[in-house]
């Protein structure tokens, strides 16, 4: 009889102790859940802001070569398809590092097929920074080459206003 309560006992005891082990749980759970809740919430804004972001970029970026090409004579061919395809690369280059080189290709490509090749070579021609710029693939050095390249072209520009 003694040994029947004492297992009746032991049992109520792992029962109570399992019960508040269980509540315990699904308190973290739910904390956890909203946690996540709140993360995707923060996620889905700083998406948002990002595609803000890069499409008010990829506007003054346009319209500054749109404004090179209107005081310019020269054409900027060698350029353009990484300008007008701006927002392409950058969200490209949101998904990853090592991206930037790839989604570029494809870009100059689409337009002929050796753009590419004229493209890196106008690379190969510019400062070392610039060319670090380039060989980054990331998406930092992604903006920085073509505000450098856009600057470049600026300056080239206002150079030869002032020697005619």
Known sequence: MIFGFFVVAV???ISIYFFFKAEGLQ??????????????NENKKLADSM???ISRNEEFVKHRIQKLKDNSSK????????????????????????????????????CTPEAFKVFTAHISKQEASVKRMWS????????????????????????????Q
């Open 27 to 40: 308190k973290e759970l739910l904390q956890v859940k909203k946690e996540s809740t709140t993360t995707k």
């Open 11 to 13: 049992f109520v005891v």
């Open 75 to 110: 054409e900027f061919n060698v350029i353009a398809p990484l300008i007008n395809n701006y927002g392409v690369i950058l969200r490209e280059a949101l998904q990853g590092k090592g991206r930037v080189k790839a989604i570029t290709k494809k870009c100059y490509d689409s």
């Open 136 to 163: 980054s693939n990331n998406l930092s050095g992604y903006i920085s080459l073509v505000e450098a390249l856009l600057l470049t072209e600026e300056t080239e520009d206002i150079k030869t206003k002032k020697t």
């Open 51 to 53: 595609a803000l972001m």
